[in-house]
């Protein structure tokens, strides 16, 4: 068949993301997927934080110093309007009860993409939503906000998404590559959240009790190789065995090459903002208990967390 009887592709149009929670992670994606040409719709908290980011005109990606506006629209979660591809961009402690809300939302083929840290929260959104199908993602990408819907891109990094069901990539991770955002596809998603979980950890909780950037941690290499060794013990008995190879290496090496960083758990309690914990030490413990599992020493370490936060009046769940 001659090339000009082929017949022509379908001209579909390209679904909305709809990205719901407008902070550091959510700024980030909208920003560069709106860059890329493609259709985003901010769902934000509420008509008082639709009216202050109207009154903003649009949200600011900041990289290399080059700070660019962008118009994007929103909404707010009670809008009437189907959703088919979301990016839940809430802390993990958020995200249950924002995709509550918008759950009467969701087409009957909707798409997750769940990028909250730690473990417990997905497993929630997707039990919440069983019609839909959810996406976990493991991202190293940093960023921070320097002001109200202002995003400053702090460091290039990678997102990794994958289904605990197996199925196939979606094709729109083309998406994402023209939109700059550098990502895999992976077959085993769950082995790289409980390995990212298993390294926080090792090393953040130790960072707040100590108070010390990630580095201050070699002046106690022995308490972190026993953490070590208990975290590898658990996953391997939650069915993780390649999420615990060398565990202990990698740890003192994150800790090498980001000596001069202050963990995310640390700058949280800096700022007297909620920490992830549940999501972290608190979902480790749990797997640990529920499997009948001794872990003392993260039993212990999560207990010295607990009463830090308590005693800084910051919540501790
Ligand atoms: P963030 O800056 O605190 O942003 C969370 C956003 O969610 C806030 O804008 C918040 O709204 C919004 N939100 C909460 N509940 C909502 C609701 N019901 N409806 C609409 N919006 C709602 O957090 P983040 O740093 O982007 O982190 C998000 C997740 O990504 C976390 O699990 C984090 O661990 C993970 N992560 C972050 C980074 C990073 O570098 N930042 C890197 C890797 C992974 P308000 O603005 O109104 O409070």
Not at 86 to 103: S, T
Not at 124 to 140: D, G, H, I, K, W
Not at 144 to 156: E, I, P, T
Request: some cysteine; hydrophobic content about 40%.
């Amino acid at each position: 068949m001659p090339d000009s009887a082929l017949p022509l592709p379908h001209s579909t149009t390209p679904v909305t993301w709809h990205i719901l929670g407008a902070g550091s992670m959510g700024m980030l994606w909208a920003t560069r997927l709106t860059r890329a040409g493609l259709p985003v719709k901010l769902i934000l908290r509420n008509a008082e934080r639709l009216q202050a980011y109207e009154a903003a005109q649009g949200l600011t990606l900041i990289e290399d110093e080059d700070a660019q506006q962008w118009a994007i629209r929103a909404q707010i979660p009670e809008t009437d309007e189907p959703i088919q591809r979301l990016l839940v961009a809430c802390k993990a402690y958020d995200a249950e009860q924002a995709v509550a809300q918008i759950a009467g939302r969701l087409t009957v083929n909707a798409e997750l993409i769940l990028l909250q840290n730690g473990l417990g929260s997905q497993q929630a959104v997707a039990a919440l939503v069983p019609q839909a199908r959810c996406l976990f993602a493991s991202s190293t990408e940093g960023a921070f906000r320097d002001g109200d819907w202002r995003v400053v891109f702090a460091g290039r990094g990678h997102t990794w998404l994958g289904d605990t069901g197996q199925a196939p990539a979606p094709a729109w991770l083309e998406e994402l590559q023209r939109s700059g955002i550098a990502h895999e596809w992976s077959p085993n998603i769950l082995s790289r959240l409980w390995r990212k979980l298993a390294l926080n950890c090792a090393i953040n909780p130790l960072t707040v009790l100590h108070d010390c950037r990630n580095g201050g941690l070699q002046a106690h290499t022995a308490e972190v190789q026993t953490l070590c060794t208990e975290l590898a013990s658990l996953l391997e008995h939650c069915g993780q065995p390649e999420a615990a190879v060398d565990l202990g290496l990698e740890v003192l090496r994150v800790i090498q090459a980001t000596a001069n960083n202050y963990s995310s758990m640390h700058q949280d309690v800096a700022q007297r903002r909620r920490t992830e914990i549940s999501y972290l030490l608190g979902y480790a413990c749990e797997a640990a208990q529920r499997r009948q599992f001794e872990v003392p020493h993260l039993q212990q370490l999560h207990q010295r967390l607990t009463r830090h936060l308590q005693q800084r009046g910051l919540p501790c769940h």
